[in-house]
């Protein structure tokens, strides 16, 4: 991706592996969750602008974990608003 990709935005939907299964019943499972937050770290590595983002659906509890997730990792997370 270095050098074709200048910024990417990964969505992040839940601040934990439990719930991101129940949000998203993701093909590959619980192992999914820490597998995006692997892919957002090595994306740091190669791409200069890596961030997260939540939907502001969630409760203000979860949105405040996810920004101690984005923190602990040193990627911004940007809040969308549900149109």
């Not at 200048?6 to 439990?18: F, H, M, T």
């Not at 659906?57 to 405040?64: A, G, P, V």
Request: hydrophobic share 40%.
């Amino acid at each position: 991706m270095s050098g074709l990709v200048d910024s990417i935005s990964i969505s992040l939907n839940a601040p934990s592996a439990d719930e991101y299964l129940k949000i998203t019943n993701p093909e590959f499972g619980i192992e999914s969750f820490q597998s995006l937050l692997n892919f957002a770290q090595a994306s740091k590595k190669v791409i200069g602008d890596v961030y997260f983002s939540v939907v502001d659906i969630l409760t203000e509890e979860q949105i405040l974990r996810c920004k101690e997730i984005s923190e602990r990792m040193n990627i911004p997370l940007k809040i969308r608003h549900k149109a």
